[in-house]
């Protein structure tokens, strides 16, 4: 059992950073990939980034390639993702995500058995 726990949203303007935080409970955190998905409203929940149990596979949307980056702490029971030049787009409730099924699932969020509750992100113009 995983509880997931995220922190870091809030307002920022656009072309500015934030840097999300998603800590885990349970000894098991290590052995699960992990990813971030966003909700804006009135919209379907989106993959945005996914990384691999040990870090070496990690996975993006394309809109975000080359601003965001997904890292974990495993020894931290922690994953981050790291927003930079934030565009009017970005702004959605993110949420961390744990899955326990192989990288060609990680893209979907049935791919993921546990979630967090989510931190707004929002960005102004």
């Known amino acids: 059992q995983v509880q997931l726990v995220e922190s870091g949203g809030g307002l920022v303007q656009a072309g500015g950073s934030l840097r999300l935080s998603c800590a885990a409970s349970?000894?098991?955190?290590?052995?699960?990939?992990m990813g971030w998905f966003r909700q804006a409203p009135g919209k379907e929940r989106e993959f945005v980034a996914a990384?691999?149990?040990?870090?070496?596979?990690?996975y993006y949307r394309d809109s975000v390639k080359g601003r965001f980056t997904i890292s974990r702490d495993n020894a931290k029971n922690t994953v981050y993702l790291q927003m930079n030049s934030l565009k009017p787009e970005d702004p959605a409730v993110y949420s961390c995500?744990?899955?326990?099924?192989?990288?060609?699932?990680?893209?979907?969020?049935?791919?993921?058995?546990?979630w967090g509750q989510g931190t707004q992100v929002t960005v102004s113009s």
């Open positions: 995500a744990g899955s326990q099924h192989s990288a060609p699932h990680w893209r979907s969020p049935h791919g993921y058995g546990y």
């Open positions: 349970g000894r098991t955190f290590r052995y699960y990939a």
């Open positions: 990384i691999s149990w040990n870090g070496g596979v990690t």
